[in-house]
């Protein structure tokens, strides 16, 4: 008998593995959803052990189907609305650094009751995971890496402290936090405390808490889990979580919960004197006395991208479709590199000239692309508001019986662009202020701010 080619076997075994991986298990009522083997760990809601890739067959991407069982169906039956009600809400919640939770629908049968909810899959892993693997490769944290990445969580928990009223995360940690490959950074676990504090006592089994890991107590402030605790628990653990970054690793001397030493010797190893100010105001015991996200955004530590040219880049974005797509490959081409893009006249003195031959325009590119992925959000930019999640504009829950995937309605698309805008700025006879052109810029740019913000928000 031929003895197999060992790599052939190899081969053949893995196909198999693979097949067994994509077999659908299960498919949501509407079809659109295929449910598969392989089991996953994206630390949405701590507490949900059943967690598997699926298949968005509409979209064709990788989703997770998450799973909440519940034994006691009678006790399920007495509090449904109150749970539909709450994954209601969570659908609504949409921000660039926030899983996204699709679609949830209930599944009662015989004695046991489930909430199935499709979230999004980051496929890149934990931010715990990737400090991990930078530490083990002996490399040091790359500042603008960590300016970017506090950006973005600040950017999310600024979204939700300023709905109405405020969704306290209360679960963030390094194991909470997930990156894309394109470094984008994106939070888990969002509705997790407003789930659990809601559910009765009766209900609340399937629920755990990543506080309950000896491991994770030490990005919870001593407040946390009293009546009065705030957002302010949140900026403690980004605090945290931020110290992590800078660090990698915040050594543990071999016990399994991190020491007040061990957070002492991180913290004084920060060599940026602005970067500790930065960490050590959100580690602050008292909670009156930590900053808001938003106010953290504006900290100097995180100051990188100038705000007209975020804004700039924003609008570009937005606007896209009235331009080619390599759009800054174009313009080069018509460009005279010597040409003056812009000037300062100074009266008695040399003025300033800034030509197009000092842009990098593969910089320019990569910052847009950035821009377009979420790496740079505009929210940090803008002024505080509520964010209402009314009930009446929520997506009612999934009906096994007649379910379907709603067809967008038709919309004309904007092909019109702006090819040329001149506005005229000078000062009155009196020489006191401004004409009203300047006036009326001032506005333009006012709405155009507001306009081009809300996509975000």
């Known amino acids: 008998m031929a003895v197999a080619d060992p790599e052939a076997r190899l081969s053949q075994e893995k196909e198999e593995e693979s097949e067994e991986e994509s077999e659908v298990l299960e498919e949501s009522p509407c079809g659109r959803w295929h449910k598969r083997r392989e089991q996953v760990n994206q630390g949405n809601m701590p507490g949900i052990q059943s967690t598997f890739l699926a298949m968005d067959t509409e979209e064709g991407v ?42 949830y629908w209930l599944d009662v049968k015989d004695s046991k009751a489930r909430v199935i909810f499709i979230t999004e899959y980051v496929s890149s892993g934990s931010l715990k995971q990737f400090l991990k693997k930078t530490k083990k490769n002996h490399k040091a944290m790359n500042a603008r890496a960590w300016k970017r990445w506090c950006t973005q969580i600040l950017s999310a928990l600024s979204f939700l402290h300023s709905c109405e009223p405020p969704i306290i995360h209360g679960n963030l940690t390094s194991d909470t936090i997930f990156i894309q490959h394109n470094g984008l950074i994106k939070i888990g676990s969002v509705w997790h405390r407003v789930f659990a ?18 491991r994770n107590l030490h990005f919870f402030p001593p407040e946390y889990g009293q009546k009065t605790d705030g957002t302010a628990v949140d900026i403690f653990s980004f605090g945290m979580c931020a110290l992590e970054m800078a660090v990698l690793e915040i050594q543990t001397n071999g016990d399994t919960r991190v020491s007040e030493e061990a957070i002492m ?3 004084h190893s920060l060599d940026d004197p602005n970067m500790r100010e930065f960490i050590l105001s959100c580690l602050t015991l008292n909670p009156d006395k930590r900053p808001t996200a938003n106010n953290l955004l504006f900290h100097r ?31 080069i081409k018509d460009l005279d590199l010597n040409m003056v893009m812009a000037e300062i006249r100074r009266e008695g003195r040399p003025g300033a000239q ?40 929520s997506q009612p829950q999934e009906d096994p019986q007649k379910a379907k995937t709603p067809t967008p309605e038709p919309f004309d698309v904007e092909t019109r662009k702006v090819v040329q805008m001149q506005c005229n700025m000078e000062l009155n006879e009196d020489k006191t202020q401004w004409h009203d052109d300047c006036e009326k810029l001032a506005n333009f740019l006012e709405n155009a701010f507001h306009k081009y913000r809300s996509p975000l928000l």
Request: hydrophobic content about 45%.
């Open 62 to 103: 990788e989703v997770v189907w998450n799973e909440l069982l519940f034994t006691d169906k009678k006790a399920f039956k007495a509090h449904e609305e109150k749970i539909k009600t709450m994954f209601e809400q969570l659908v609504l919640v949409d921000h660039p650094n926030i899983v996204k939770l699709h679609k």
């Open 265 to 267: 010797r991180a913290r």
């Open 301 to 331: 530590v995180l100051f990188e991208v100038h705000s007209l040219k975020l804004l700039a880049a924003h609008c570009f974005i937005n606007n896209q479709y009235l331009m080619p797509e390599n759009v800054v490959e174009e313009k």
């Open 197 to 214: 504090n809601a559910l009765p006592d009766d209900l609340r089994s399937p629920i755990r808490i990543e506080r309950e890991e000896l």
């Open 354 to 393: 800034w030509r197009y031959s000092e842009v990098s325009f593969l910089e320019l590119d990569k910052f847009l692309e950035d821009v377009r992925n979420g790496i740079y959000p505009l929210m940090n930019f803008a002024v505080s508001r509520p964010h209402a999640l009314p009930r009446a504009l």
